[in-house]
């Protein structure tokens, strides 16, 4: 099995059959008991929900279901043709998939230089591009969450009317850095992503603020991550400050004393080769992989194509079709880092634990009309697009390579992104079908909705919807067009639905892989 073949999707009345090959449907819309499906020679037995499956032809017991020619899962017991297939009738089991590391591996068509798309961003001294200006302040353990958060709620937006250039100043706490592991990767990976805000694109510049007795040392992490204190990076330890009032008075005048030159930076037009875009999907629905992650990840081939960097995540969220990936790797080293990481989710991190990873998805995926974690990985690794994967990274650490990346991260959206955004995306673009509402400063994120009676429900938090592939109003190239020029959009200023309702402000989630103590 090779790349998933999208071009074979038909959209035809009350169905979309996805494969020739394929031995169920997708119900386009509602359908009642007795409902005719001439195009495929059946009749509905049951009531079956816009998004869910359909059994084509007999399914027989123990025999794979195959949604985009993909196994999804095995038939429990003989499905009849016209019958709801879901989750009831829907065993979980692994199966063998052959990795071919770098077989189908070929190098990206680029577009000429003279010709890629451009936008308009915001230089960096050390040349790094950002698409949004903001002040960070950074906690380094829970115990000053509270500070940091009264420190940028006194940058209201009145008393930052005099300095339109900047976006705002943003608190980034979390709920760990003390009672944790000292060192190895649980301590690594929280400085990693520490250090990865505090040097974002899209910061000017950053405060961070310890207690001054944590596990978490702003002195380690300095020292680990090779910063130091200068003209954009300030410190303050509450134990030596004076305590609460004197260290949140302190950091609100160090961040007045930042505004003036923040406010100087001008957006100016750079190539699209700068956009770094993390991709999320979350509240996934049964059309999830037939429009709007399909259509970013047409999106995403348009970006590779002029230069940029698309990362895609959630590990969990790919297994099972990782084979995909794997077969598209730059090299065999790549592809195996890959399954290096998943090996580690399913034999050290989730053996014997009641995650998804293990079979059963969300109560809102599974209302959504997906059986696994099979079905839901089919969608997810679709954001990606059809490109060669270049290079595998942990959790947090630095992008450097152009193309399509991979970063492993949980399929929790606010702890993946967080990772994402740590790495250097300075945009994210999020697919949801039951409707997730989500935003991730300092990076602006974008919500793509795939379908359109979601979209209307909840307009003001989408931007983007997908589902006019289903309806027929738009084709896939044409949707992922579409949210190409909506992320040149966005990188260049121009708000995203969560911004403008201020969505995005405690959305900073480390991920705590360690033991507590």
Same mark, same amino acid.
């Given at each position: 099995?090779?790349?998933?073949?999208?071009?074979?999707?038909?959209?035809?009345?009350?169905?979309?059959?996805?494969?020739?090959?394929?031995?169920?449907?997708?119900?386009?819309?509602?359908?009642?008991?007795?409902?005719?499906?001439?195009?495929?020679? @059946?009749?509905?037995?049951?009531?079956?929900?816009?998004?869910?499956?359909?059994?084509?032809?007999?399914?027989?017991?123990?025999?794979?279901?195959?949604?985009?020619?993909?196994?999804?899962?095995?038939?429990?017991?003989?499905?009849?043709?016209?019958?709801?297939?879901?989750?009831?009738?829907?065993?979980?089991?692994?199966?063998?998939?052959?990795?071919?590391?770098?077989?189908?591996?070929?190098?990206?068509?680029?577009?000429?230089?003279?010709?890629?798309?451009?936008?308009?961003?915001?230089?960096?001294?050390?040349?790094?591009?950002?698409?949004?200006?903001?002040?960070? @302040?950074?906690?380094?353990?829970?115990?000053?969450?509270?500070?940091?958060?009264?420190?940028?709620?006194?940058?209201?937006?009145?008393?930052?009317?005099?300095?339109?250039?900047?976006?705002? @100043?943003?608190?980034?706490?979390?709920?760990?850095?003390?009672?944790?592991?000292?060192?190895?990767?649980?301590?690594?990976?929280?400085?990693?992503?520490?250090?990865?805000?505090?040097?974002?694109?899209?910061?000017?510049?950053?405060? *961070?603020?310890?207690?001054?007795?944590?596990?978490?040392? *702003?002195?380690?992490?300095?020292?680990?991550?090779?910063?130091?204190?200068?003209?954009?990076?300030?410190?303050?330890?509450?134990?030596?400050?004076?305590?609460?009032?004197?260290?949140?008075?302190?950091?609100?005048?160090?961040?007045?004393?930042?505004?003036?030159?923040?406010?100087?930076?001008?957006?100016?037009?750079?190539?699209?080769?700068?956009?770094?875009?993390?991709?999320?999907?979350?509240?996934?629905?049964?059309?999830?992989?037939?429009?709007?992650?399909?259509?970013?990840?047409?999106?995403?081939?348009?970006?590779?194509?002029?230069?940029? =960097?698309?990362?895609?995540?959630?590990?969990?969220?790919?297994?099972?079709?990782?084979? =995909?990936?794997?077969?598209?790797?730059?090299?065999?080293?790549?592809?195996?880092?890959?399954?290096?990481?998943?090996?580690?989710?399913?034999?050290?991190?989730?053996?014997?634990?009641?995650?998804?990873?293990?079979?059963?998805?969300?109560?809102?995926?599974?209302?959504?009309?997906?059986?696994?974690?099979?079905?839901?990985?089919?969608?997810?690794?679709?954001?990606?697009?059809?490109?060669?994967?270049?290079?595998?990274?942990?959790?947090?650490?630095?992008?450097?390579?152009?193309?399509?990346?991979?970063?492993?991260?949980?399929?929790?959206?606010?702890?993946?992104?967080?990772?994402?955004?740590?790495?250097?995306?300075?945009?994210?673009?999020?697919?949801?079908?039951?409707?997730?509402?989500?935003?991730?400063?300092?990076?602006?994120?974008?919500?793509?909705?795939?379908?359109?009676?979601?979209?209307?429900?909840?307009?003001?938090?989408?931007?983007?919807?997908?589902?006019?592939?289903?309806?027929?109003?738009?084709?896939?190239?044409?949707?992922?067009?579409?949210?190409?020029?909506?992320?040149?959009?966005?990188?260049?200023?121009?708000?995203?639905?969560?911004?403008?309702?201020?969505?995005?402000?405690?959305?900073?989630?480390?991920?705590?892989?360690?033991?507590?103590?």
């Amino acid at each position: 099995m090779n790349m998933i073949d999208l071009s074979a999707k038909r959209i035809t009345g009350a169905v979309v059959r996805l494969n020739p090959d394929d031995n169920v449907v997708v119900a386009r819309i509602p359908l009642a008991p007795g409902a005719e499906i001439p195009e495929e020679g @059946v009749t509905c037995r049951e009531s079956v929900q816009a998004g869910y499956k359909i059994a084509a032809r007999t399914i027989a017991k123990g025999e794979p279901i195959r949604k985009y020619n993909v196994t999804i899962g095995f038939a429990a017991e003989e499905i009849p043709p016209g019958a709801l297939v879901h989750s009831h009738n829907t065993l979980f089991s692994d199966f063998d998939r052959d990795y071919a590391y770098g077989a189908d591996y070929r190098p990206v068509e680029m577009i000429k230089e003279a010709e890629r798309a451009t936008f308009q961003g915001i230089v960096r001294p050390d040349g790094r591009v950002g698409t949004r200006n903001y002040i960070g @302040v950074m906690s380094t353990v829970n115990c000053s969450a509270t500070v940091v958060h009264a420190v940028a709620d006194y940058f209201t937006p009145e008393r930052l009317a005099d300095y339109p250039n900047v976006d705002g @100043v943003v608190a980034f706490s979390h709920g760990i850095g003390c009672g944790m592991e000292m060192t190895g990767e649980p301590m690594s990976l929280l400085r990693r992503t520490t250090a990865g805000y505090v040097r974002h694109p899209n910061l000017a510049a950053a405060l *961070i603020i310890g207690l001054g007795c944590e596990r978490h040392q *702003i002195a380690g992490l300095m020292a680990e991550q090779g910063m130091a204190v200068g003209p954009y990076l300030k410190t303050f330890t509450m134990q030596e400050s004076g305590g609460t009032r004197k260290t949140i008075a302190a950091a609100i005048e160090a961040v007045k004393a930042l505004l003036p030159e923040a406010n100087q930076v001008r957006r100016q037009t750079v190539p699209a080769s700068h956009l770094v875009v993390g991709l999320q999907c979350g509240g996934s629905d049964g059309f999830s992989s037939i429009t709007a992650n399909p259509a970013l990840g047409a999106a995403m081939d348009l970006l590779v194509r002029h230069g940029g =960097t698309a990362i895609l995540s959630e590990t969990p969220e790919i297994y099972g079709v990782e084979h =995909t990936l794997t077969r598209r790797a730059v090299s065999r080293e790549v592809g195996e880092k890959l399954i290096e990481r998943i090996r580690w989710w399913k034999d050290d991190y989730n053996k014997g634990r009641d995650t998804q990873i293990n079979g059963v998805v969300s109560p809102g995926n599974q209302m959504g009309g997906l059986a696994n974690i099979f079905e839901k990985s089919l969608g997810s690794s679709m954001k990606g697009g059809t490109g060669p994967l270049m290079d595998v990274y942990k959790y947090a650490e630095q992008v450097k390579a152009k193309g399509l990346v991979f970063m492993d991260t949980p399929g929790f959206d606010p702890v993946s992104a967080t990772g994402q955004v740590a790495g250097g995306a300075n945009l994210i673009a999020f697919t949801t079908g039951r409707g997730s509402m989500f935003g991730c400063k300092p990076t602006p994120s974008v919500k793509l909705a795939t379908n359109s009676p979601m979209f209307r429900r909840l307009e003001e938090d989408m931007d983007l919807n997908c589902g006019e592939i289903l309806d027929g109003t738009a084709s896939l190239p044409e949707m992922g067009q579409l949210i190409f020029d909506l992320l040149l959009r966005t990188a260049s200023g121009e708000k995203s639905k969560s911004e403008l309702l201020g969505v995005g402000r405690y959305e900073f989630v480390p991920w705590q892989i360690g033991v507590m103590s």
